[in-house]
C-alpha cells in the first residue's frame, strides 16, 4: 500500500532539521508534521470508529517515524481523543499517580454557582501527559480527570472537561485497547529504518585485520546477529500486525478479547524491540549514540510505547493472571504440535500446578512471588506463537521464519532442553547455519525494508558523511604555534 505522506518528504516540514531548534520551536514543529501527516490520510471519524485499513497504517506511516513526538500526537487524537487532530488532550496520569490512577489527587470541587474549581494540591498531582500546551492555531480541550469533591464529601475520579484554547470540540471516546495495539505498530516502520541504517553501515565500515586486506565489518558474526534477526522479525510482525488488526475487528467489541490479542501484540514487540534497538545501536559503535543516526532515539521511543496506552508490565500481570484463572482464552494454536505451541502450553501448565498448590489461589501471599514474576513470559509465549502463525499463513520467506522460531526459542533455552529432545548445542548450531543461509541476501533484505527515503542518518555513505561534517558549524580561536615541542 502506498503512503500519502510520500510527497511530505520533499516539504521544508520534513526536510528541516530540528536540532537547533529551541524547546517550543521544535514542539511547533512537531504539531506541524503532526497537522501535515492527519491532513495528507484525512480520516474521518467514521474511519476512526470502524477502523478501517487507513486507520491502521497512519500509525505505521514511515513519515511518523522522522518525528516521535508528532506520532504521540496523532496517536492521541485518535485513539484515545478518537476524534480530529489538534482537538483533545487527555489528562489522566499525574507525576505522582500512573497506574494507580484510581488515586488522583487532582481535585473539582463544586461551587454554589455551579462551577467547578479544578485544583493541584502539590507537585505530586501536576498532570503528567505527553505535549499538550495549547499552540496558536490549534483549537485545545483537555479531558481532565479529577477528584470530585461535593458538600465535603469524596464523589471518587471524574473526567471534566477543561478549554485551553478556541471554543469547539468533539466527544471523546477511550479506547485503550485499539490504541495498545495501533500506537504498537510504529515500531515496525522504526526497526526497519533502524536496520536499514546499521545494515548499510556495517556492509561499508571496513576493519584491517593483521596482515590482510580491509573487510567490512558485517564480515563478523557478532555484527550479524542483530542485523539478521531484526530482519527476520520484520518479516514476521508485519502479517503479525495485521493478523492482530483482522483478529481484534472480529472479536464483537468483547473487551478481554481485545485486550488479549492487542497486548500480547505488544508484549512481543516491545520485548522484542528494546534489546534489538541496543545491539543495533551498540554495533555501529560511537555513531550509533548520536540521534541524528536515528537509531537511539527509536530505542527511547520503544520505552515510551512500553508504557503508554497500557503499561506491559502491569498488563503481563492482568492478562496472565486472568488466563491463569481460565476467565477467558487466548487465540487456540493453529498447530498445537508446533515448538512454539508446546513451549506456550507448558508454561500455562507448569504455572497452573504451582497456583493449585497455593490454598486460596491467587489470594495467597506466594501468588505474588511464585506467580507474578512468570505472567510476562506467559503473555510473551502466547505471542511468539501467534506471530509465527500469522507468518506462516502470510508465507513468510522460511529461512526467516525459521531465524525467528529459533530466536524465540533461545529466549528461554532451559525449558525446550528439558522437555523436547533438543540440545543446547542443537539450538547454536541451527541458529548459525540460518545465518550463513541468509547472509548473502543481505544487501537485497535491507532494500526490501523500502526505507531508503526515510533515511538521512550520515553514516549511510561516504558522500552523506562528507556533506554532514561540511554542514557543522566550524571554530576557530587564536592559539601558539611553535616548531619546538613544548611541555
Not at 252 to 281: E, G, W, Y
Request: proline fraction near 5%; hydrophobic fraction near 45%; charge should be neutral.
Amino acid at each position: 500500500m502506498s503512503s500519502p505522506t510520500l510527497k511530505l518528504l520533499k516539504a521544508d516540514l520534513f526536510k528541516s532539521s530540528s536540532e537547533n531548534l529551541t524547546d517550543d520551536e521544535r514542539i511547533d514543529l512537531s504539531y506541524q508534521r503532526a497537522y501535515a501527516v492527519a491532513k495528507a490520510y484525512s480520516l474521518e471519524i467514521s474511519d476512526i470508529l470502524d477502523l478501517i485499513p487507513k486507520f491502521w497504517q497512519i500509525h505505521q506511516d514511515m513519515a511518523l517515524s522522522l518525528d516521535h513526538a508528532a506520532h504521540t500526537l496523532i496517536s492521541i487524537q485518535y485513539n484515545i481523543a478518537g476524534a480530529t487532530f489538534a482537538i483533545m488532550q487527555l489528562m489522566l496520569t499525574e507525576v505522582g499517580h500512573g497506574l494507580d490512577s484510581r488515586n488522583l489527587e487532582t481535585t473539582a470541587t463544586l461551587l454554589p454557582n455551579g462551577d467547578f474549581d479544578i485544583h493541584t494540591p502539590n507537585s505530586n498531582a501536576a498532570k503528567f501527559t505527553a505535549p499538550s500546551w495549547p499552540r496558536k492555531g490549534f483549537p485545545r480541550v483537555a479531558l481532565v480527570f479529577a477528584r470530585l469533591l461535593f458538600s465535603g464529601d469524596d464523589w471518587g475520579v471524574n473526567p471534566f472537561i477543561v478549554w485551553l484554547k478556541d471554543e469547539s470540540f468533539m466527544v471523546m471516546t477511550r479506547r485503550g485497547a485499539v490504541g495498545s495495539l495501533a500506537f504498537t505498530t510504529v515500531l515496525i516502520p522504526l526497526m526497519k529504518r533502524a536496520v536499514s541504517v546499521a545494515g548499510k553501515y556495517s556492509l561499508r565500515r571496513q576493519i584491517t585485520r593483521q596482515n590482510s586486506k580491509p573487510v567490512p565489518i558485517i564480515s563478523l558474526r557478532t555484527q550479524q546477529l542483530p542485523i539478521l534477526h531484526a530482519l527476520a522479525q520484520i518479516a514476521v510482525f508485519e502479517p503479525f500486525a495485521q493478523d492482530s488488526i483482522q483478529q481484534f475487528k472480529r472479536s464483537n467489541d468483547i473487551l478481554v478479547i481485545q485486550q488479549v490479542i492487542s497486548f500480547t501484540f505488544k508484549a512481543v514487540r516491545c520485548q522484542a524491540s528494546q534489546p534489538m534497538f541496543h545491539a543495533l545501536s551498540e554495533r555501529c559503535g560511537a555513531q550509533g549514540l548520536w540521534e541524528y543516526n536515528q537509531i537511539i532515539g527509536s530505542q527511547l521511543e520503544t520505552r515510551m510505547i512500553s508504557i503508554a496506552e497500557g503499561d506491559i508490565s502491569a498488563m503481563n500481570i492482568k492478562i496472565g493472571t486472568e488466563l491463569l484463572l481460565n476467565r477467558y482464552q487466548p487465540p487456540a494454536p493453529m498447530n498445537p504440535a508446533c515448538l512454539l505451541a508446546q513451549h506456550e502450553k507448558g508454561l500455562f501448565d507448569e504455572s497452573r500446578s504451582i497456583l493449585k498448590g497455593l490454598k486460596g489461589g491467587h489470594r495467597h501471599a506466594k501468588f505474588n512471588s511464585l506467580i507474578l514474576p512468570r505472567c510476562q513470559a506467559l503473555v510473551e509465549a502466547i505471542g511468539h506463537r501467534r506471530a509465527y502463525e500469522a507468518a506462516a499463513k502470510a508465507g513468510v520467506d522460511s529461512d526467516l521464519l525459521a531465524l525467528y522460531e529459533i530466536h524465540a526459542v533461545l529466549l528461554d533455552p532451559s525449558w525446550y532442553i528439558q522437555h523436547t529432545h533438543l540440545t543446547r548445542e542443537y539450538l547454536f548450531q541451527k541458529e548459525a547455519r540460518l545465518l550463513d543461509t541468509l547472509l548473502p541476501r543481505l544487501d537485497s533484505l535491507l532494500d526490501a525494508t523500502g526505507v531508503g527515503l526515510y533515511c538521512t542518518a550520515p553514516i549511510l555513505s561516504q558522500a552523506s558523511w562528507d556533506a554532514f561534517v561540511d554542514r557543522l558549524k566550524t571554530l576557530e580561536g587564536v592559539g601558539m604555534r611553535e616548531d619546538k615541542a613544548r611541555l
